[in-house]
């Protein structure tokens, strides 16, 4: 039987284009059961798995903790929107805290890069990484993905452009290694202040002009500006960002060619795109949500059948 | 102390035994006699070591020993300790402590402490009150207690202002004045160099401007005030070229490197390991060789180990929380001759002193026996048993390098790693 190279998601660079491709062939299988009209399955009723959020999340957490409850594991949320060095205990500590009352699986939000792989050297359970700082979230890469190749058939030769605060995002990177190991060829768009300085050398095109990258692509990714991990002004107002790098239904209309929209969510009505792009047909934004259930089904049940042998 | 050292290399272009092996006798300890098969009158402690080395004692113009204050990460004794199994005979000591040393009182504790020790303990006083950047400290009670520097470690002094006042200021006594290379707008919350691995990574990143920024100004500063600039641990090729620059128009200005950006590159990082957590940030392969150069031509006049003890606690956890710093005294020859020969390690590990105010004493008959013991053709892996320190974070820990230390003579004294 096929397994994972890996013990652990903690980004997409760890794996391989074999992984990926097993993530999606089992995501195809749950995404059939999601469909049925009894959308669970007992495969993981001897694991537990601790939702361990540093971080404040809504629909990550929501479909991480779906995703459990349709594979039949136990499930114990933890929730702090401080670190936990903040209030005196060290991140091992707390993981290791709620290991001893024996969980098999954390599936960890984070600020701090790398915060995955520094536990992964310190505890023994399997850990998910749904997210950590600006470095990846590869269940949102893996989704990304899953729903191109459900649009498009493939993702091999396509090309994507992802739109944005490319400067703090988990979700352009892990996307740019996604995209790369399967095939595709990758752009990021924005203000040249979001944009990291090095990007370039990580194989990806860059451009500062939304028309000309959305001509170019047959995907655009539309991310989020995130604020809240700003320390100084990138821009001097999103009413002038959106000018730039907001997408319309107008601009949508004058290309040569029907493009995909994605956005990971939150979007930001107005910002990076329009209502009328969002709710458009070639949007498959809320398709992305579906999938992301099924990914990470995928995931947890890939990594639990390694922890079970 | 009355010993007699057998079968020694000379490693000393001052000496006229240089690249010959002697033996050495050390009476009351000064050197009284060098010569070939030399007999122990009067039943000496003897040293035979094997492919005994010997050169003038080594110097590192920047370490922390953490006392007073942060003596769970390491205290003046265990630190000198560790100083003289690394074969340096005397060390400049930040002022990074809990209180910061920034007054006379502090300077005369600090010495105090390190009284009697084989190793000379240099301290370096704060340039300015509490390290905090914004008022003098008092240098020149400080001066005339025996401060040989004043910096505030690795705080950069963002005033201009400020440090124009304290070039011109420390100029009347002859003051070394100290300045972390560093922009902090620049650099922000960056926490590794920022390049291709940051980026691949997501941590934030502390471009090589930053430091540049921060160079050419100081230098412009020093231009317009004259006295004596040191410039701690640069790491950038353009800082070299600046500094190079600043040389030719004949500004006192110095700065050293430290062995690790030398020896390591930001390509380390990929496993978020804190150890490799230092500051300035290990930058890329081709800035580490162009300092190598610089090291080579004598733009840069010192190598330091930028010895850092920090305690567990303060690195065990998440990449952007972890403290900077690595221990270094342990590794820097080991280090230092996987990069350079014999000769040039020697020279490198001694060539600071004069800048520091520690007078050279070449390996000579008359003259006291301050010397470093080594056998530079050792290779081995170095772990956690060669550490003395109390902390354990060794940027080198399971790195290959080449050359052990014996340990020293100096001040009377002889100190010998087991």
Not at chain 2, 83 to 107: E, K, L, R, W
Request: aromatic content about 6%.
């Amino acid at each position: 039987m096929s397994e994972l190279s890996v013990n652990h998601l903690l980004g997409i660079k760890y794996l391989n284009e074999q992984d990926i491709q097993l993530i999606f062939e089992t995501a195809d299988h749950f995404k059939e059961v999601i469909n049925r009209p009894i959308k669970k399955v007992p495969s993981l009723r001897d694991i537990t798995i601790a939702n361990l959020f540093f971080e404040n999340s809504t629909r990550t957490k929501l479909s991480f903790e779906l995703a459990e409850k349709r594979l039949s594991a136990d499930v114990i949320n933890f929730s702090s929107a401080q670190s936990s060095v903040k209030k005196g205990e060290t991140l091992i500590d707390t993981v290791n805290n709620i290991l001893s009352m024996k969980v098999d699986m954390v599936v960890m939000r984070h600020p701090n890069p790398g915060a995955g792989v520094f536990l992964s050297k310190h505890i023994k359970a399997s850990i998910v990484n749904a997210g950590d700082g600006a470095h990846e979230h590869p269940t949102q890469a893996l989704l990304d993905s899953y729903s191109i190749r459900e649009k498009l058939g493939d993702v091999s030769g396509k090309k994507v452009v992802i739109v944005g605060d490319i400067l703090h995002s988990r979700v352009a990177l892990s996307n740019i290694f996604a995209l790369q190991l399967q095939g595709a060829e990758v752009m990021v768009c924005g203000p040249k202040t979001l944009i990291p300085k090095y990007i370039h050398e990580l194989g990806v095109k860059v451009e500062t002009n939304l028309t000309k990258a959305l001509n170019w692509c047959d995907v655009a990714n539309m991310l989020r500006v995130q604020n809240e991990r700003m320390d100084i002004s990138y821009f001097p107002s999103t009413r002038e960002y959106s000018q730039q790098f907001g997408v319309t239904k107008d601009l949508l209309d004058s290309l040569d060619k029907e493009i995909t929209i994605m956005h990971p969510g939150p979007i930001n009505r107005g910002v990076e795109i329009t209502s009328d792009v969002a709710d458009s047909k070639q949007s498959i934004i809320l398709d992305q949500v579906q999938n992301g259930v099924a990914i990470r089904m995928a995931v947890i049940y890939l990594l639990a059948s390694k922890i079970k042998q | 102390m009355n010993i007699l050292i057998k079968s020694a290399t000379i490693i000393d272009p001052n000496s006229d035994y240089n690249n010959t092996t002697q033996d050495i006798l050390i009476e009351n300890g000064v050197i009284t006699k060098i010569e070939s098969n030399l007999s122990n009158p009067n039943n000496y402690e003897e040293i035979t070591l094997e492919n005994l080395h010997i050169s003038e004692g080594w110097f590192d113009s920047s370490v922390c020993f953490g006392e007073p204050g942060f003596e769970d990460r390491e205290t003046i004794e265990n630190g000198l300790k560790t100083a003289a199994y690394s074969g340096f005979t005397a060390v400049a000591m930040n002022a990074n402590t809990n209180p910061v040393i920034d007054s006379n009182s502090d300077i005369i504790f600090t010495k105090s402490k390190a009284s009697n020790h084989a190793v000379n303990l240099l301290p370096i006083g704060a340039l300015t009150v509490g390290s905090k950047t914004v008022d003098l400290a008092e240098l020149y009670d400080m001066h005339n207690a025996g401060a040989v520097a004043f910096y505030d470690y690795q705080k950069p002094i963002s005033n201009p202002n400020l440090l124009k006042i304290a070039l011109q200021y420390a100029s009347n006594f002859d003051g070394l004045v100290c300045s972390f290379p560093q922009e902090n707008k620049i650099s922000g919350n960056g926490v590794m160099h920022e390049h291709i691995t940051s980026t691949r990574l997501g941590l934030k990143g502390n471009p090589a401007l930053a430091e540049e920024l921060q160079v050419a100004r100081d230098l412009f500063l020093l231009e317009y005030t004259g006295g004596k600039l040191h410039i701690p641990t640069i790491s950038t090729p353009k800082s070299v070229a600046l500094i190079r620059e600043a040389k030719k128009k004949k500004l006192d200005v110095s700065c050293s490197v430290a062995i690790h950006n030398l020896a390591l590159t930001d390509a380390t990082l990929t496993e978020f390991n804190t150890h490799f957590k230092v500051l300035p940030p290990l930058r890329t392969k081709e800035d580490a060789e162009a300092l190598i150069e610089a090291v080579n031509d004598g733009t840069i006049d010192m190598v330091t180990s930028d010895h850092n003890p920090i305690d567990v606690e303060h690195k065990k956890v998440e990449f952007d929380h972890a403290a900077y710093g690595t221990i270094g005294l342990e590794s820097s020859f080991g280090a230092l001759q996987s990069l350079f020969s014999t000769e040039k390690a020697v020279e490198i590990l001694t060539k600071g002193k004069s800048r520091f105010g520690v007078a050279p004493v070449s390996i000579k008959v008359g003259n006291k026996a301050n010397l470093s013991l080594f056998n530079p053709s050792t290779s081995y892996t170095f772990t956690k048993n060669n550490i003395v320190s109390k902390s354990k974070n060794a940027i080198f820990e399971d790195a290959n390098l080449k050359g052990k230390v014996y340990g020293i003579v100096a001040n009377n004294k002889i100190v010998l790693n087991s």
